[in-house]
């Protein structure tokens, strides 16, 4: 050991193009290692001096401070307005949104749909959990049929509350989206996968092809009221049933 | 040129370079108008999928630096609400024209004066203010939107237009002014360029230690302050020597004029206090007047929005009844004659 001192190797380190706070997440979230993927990402294509953080509302809402890049606070649901917004009068500029399943798939369908819709030349990454994580575990439009939450303390009944949207394959039938994939990061196999998928929708954009989205599937240990360990055997026992992973379009 | 035209191009020549809105009726041909002229200039023109996101498109748009606008009327500013008070809450400049129609609800697309609360006390959540300016004619509403997209970036804030259906859809022969030199205008250092060369910026309008926003929102109230001492415009017409004063706004304010020239030409000694500036409120030079005459009459084309401003100035010191039609119906200059009649003694 002690022969090798003088010649250690940093082999891994805090990704440049985030700050020193802290994130704000729970432990075992998955949403701490996307936001780690997003900044290693912005690292590799060296764009930490244009790229520009469109933060939601949720668990989120202040990753624009974990970020040494330019970022914004979007109203919940219109991020993909907000990115169209700064996009269309800069174009030079590398824009994500980062949006969970109530800010993109319930009160910002809209935006969500039509910003696809128009291939906007820009990076959607839609964390799917299921879940209102930072309300307090409320149901999701893609809360599981039968999956309890706060707001069905029964189980989602499908009778009342319809299924779970998915929406990546809800867009997947539109023309423009350049690259649309399903990604988890419940193994190491799947993280390493799940990174290339955002390098991938990342250089999309660089490359000016036009509108990427990378959903994720990822857990909520708090309101799932699960272990992390316990999360990760339900995404792959249940969770992956209803939403199966891999790439929706791609035309890169 | 329609009054929608000219505030269109009017906008083009201030400096606007991004557009982001959706058909409603009667402000239709300013979206048309963009759509037509807008790629010209290099600008950004996007037909939105709701009034929601034109209003959280401008957001985005005027964060990255550039002077910004979106029109609609009464319904579809009802839904930017939430987007002007994010602008607010983030001190974001815009310019939001309202050509406003009859309502509540759908209403229907005849002028109307009926958005005047929702302009000038929120609307949206929160406390804020918009500056909101209040043109009479087409001339005056060229010269009112170059005045919005200044007064926005000067202070940060958005500048609301109140025109109305009558406003937008009139043809006026007007001049519009010569293009502005865009470098010409102040350099915006906080604006989302990509942080090169400097630390991020950060737009928000999140602050979630309580000690935190109240900061935030002193810093805005001062500046709110200071608007109301520097900013407050009006016109006045035969008021010297008036004992009876109409106080009314935009297409209102208008008709009113013709109406002076009946009443002065009868011996009546009307004049007209019309506030450009709805907010800031020409409450000092009401007060004054209020004690000058024997009666302001506010007109309105609504159920009395504006009155309960012009009756806050006037304090007591003079009569101040009111005249309103609702529902679209637009009084002429004999309807407030004889309005104005009733009073003189």
Not at chain 1, 156 to 169: S, V
Not at chain 1, 205 to 232: A, F
Not at chain 2, 93 to 118: K, M, T
Request: aromatic share 8%; charged share 20%.
């Amino acid at each position: 050991m002690s022969a090798n001192m003088g010649h250690m190797v940093k082999v891994f380190e805090r990704p440049r193009s985030l700050t020193d706070a802290q994130f704000s997440y729970c432990p075992g979230c998955h949403h701490g290692l996307v936001t780690r993927i997003i900044a290693h990402t912005i690292d590799e294509l060296d764009i930490q001096d244009r790229a520009v953080v469109v933060a939601p509302v949720g668990c989120a809402v202040i990753m624009y401070e974990w970020f040494r890049c330019d970022g914004i606070q979007a109203a919940h649901g219109r991020a993909c307005a907000v990115a169209t917004g700064i996009k269309r009068v800069n174009p030079n500029l590398i824009i994500f949104t980062y949006q969970g399943d109530g800010d993109l798939a319930a009160i910002g369908i809209a935006e969500s749909i039509h910003a696809a819709n128009r291939g906007e030349n820009i990076t959607v990454i839609f964390i799917n959990n299921q879940i209102y994580g930072m309300t307090g575990g409320q149901m999701a439009p893609t809360t599981l049929v039968g999956q309890r939450a706060t707001s069905c303390p029964d189980g989602r009944d499908a009778r009342l509350a319809g299924y779970p949207i998915r929406f990546a394959e809800m867009i997947a039938q539109l023309d423009a989206p350049v690259y649309v994939t399903r990604q988890a990061l419940c193994d190491q196999k799947r993280i390493i996968t799940a990174s290339r998928a955002i390098k991938k929708a990342f250089q999309c954009q660089v490359e000016g092809k036009g509108y990427s989205l990378v959903e994720i599937v990822t857990n909520c240990p708090t309101n799932w009221r699960m272990s992390p360990v316990q999360t990760n055997n339900y995404l792959m026992s249940e969770v992956f049933k209803e939403f199966p992973l891999g790439d929706l379009v791609d035309r890169e | 040129m329609t009054g929608n035209d000219a505030m269109a191009e009017t906008a083009i020549c201030a400096g606007c370079r991004a557009y982001f809105g959706y058909p409603i009726t009667p402000q239709n041909e300013l979206l048309e108008y963009m759509a037509a002229h807008m790629p010209a200039v290099g600008g950004a023109f996007v037909q939105a999928e709701s009034e929601i996101a034109a209003i959280n498109m401008c957001y985005g748009a005027s964060a990255a630096g550039v002077r910004t606008m979106t029109s609609s009327s009464g319904p579809g500013i009802s839904l930017k609400m939430e987007g002007i008070s994010y602008l607010a809450g983030a001190d974001l400049p815009c310019v939001i024209i309202n050509v406003a129609r009859g309502g509540p609800g759908l209403g229907n697309i005849a002028p109307a004066q009926a958005d005047y609360f929702q302009a000038t006390k929120g609307g949206g959540h929160g406390d804020y203010h918009m500056i909101v300016l209040g043109p009479a004619t087409i001339a005056e509403a060229v010269e009112l939107v170059i005045l919005a997209f200044d007064l926005a970036d000067k202070y940060r804030l958005p500048v609301m237009v109140l025109s109305d259906g009558m406003l937008g859809q009139m043809m006026e022969p007007v001049t519009i002014p010569e293009p502005l030199d865009l470098a010409s205008l102040p350099a915006k250092p906080w604006a989302l360029t990509g942080a090169r060369g400097r630390g991020p910026n950060y737009i928000t309008s999140y602050f979630i230690d309580p000690n935190d926003l109240s900061q935030m929102s002193s810093k805005r109230e001062s500046r709110y302050r200071k608007i109301e001492e520097e900013e407050v415009r009006y016109r006045e017409t035969e008021t010297s020597d008036a004992s009876i004063v109409i106080v009314a706004y935009g297409t209102m304010a208008r008709i009113a004029r013709t109406a002076i020239r009946m009443a002065r030409s009868q011996g009546i000694k009307l004049g007209l206090m019309q506030p450009i500036t709805l907010w800031p409120f020409p409450y000092a030079r009401l007060h004054t007047l209020s004690s000058q005459v024997t009666t302001i009459l506010t007109v309105e084309m609504s159920a009395g929005q504006m009155v309960e401003d012009v009756r806050l100035a006037a304090a007591d010191r003079a009569e101040t009844p009111f005249y309103g039609e609702l529902g679209g119906l637009v009084p002429t200059p004999k309807d407030i004659l004889g309005e104005v009649r009733r009073h003189v003694s």
